[in-house]
């Protein structure tokens, strides 16, 4: 049974920085692009960023570009997000997903965590 679990998500002030982590199991972890999406109430899931199966490659979505940093750890199954420079806008449940392809589109992920979440106050 796969599983993804997020964990670090909280709450900061605008400026600060804060870690998710994601831990993979269930499934064999390098064979799968980890991605990362956030939801904030009323709106439609939005693209983060992705981390290619070495993690070699990232690509983000433009709104946190240059703040975000996606990295894995292959031999734990693990993924992070780390999340500079935060903004009020920011705050969103983030979820990290597994794709076979590293598209970035919802969609095309199999396997979701349940999410944390991360609010952003002024």
């Known amino acids: 049974q796969v599983q993804l679990v997020e964990s670090g998500g909280g709450l900061v002030q605008a400026g600060a920085s804060l870690r998710l982590s994601c831990a993979a199991s269930?499934?064999?972890?390098?064979?799968?692009?980890m991605g990362w999406f956030r939801q904030a109430p009323g709106t439609e899931r939005e693209f983060v960023g992705v981390i290619s199966r070495s993690g070699t490659s990232t690509y983000y979505g433009d709104s946190v570009r240059g703040r975000f940093t996606i990295s894995r750890d292959n031999a734990n199954n693990m993924v992070y997000l780390q999340m500079n420079s935060l903004k009020r806008e920011d705050t969103a449940v983030y979820y990290c997903a597994a794709n076979l392809r590293g598209t970035t589109t919802p969609r095309g992920y199999e396997y979701w965590g349940q999410g944390t979440q991360v609010t952003v106050s002024s």
């Open positions: 269930g499934l064999t972890f390098s064979d799968y692009a």
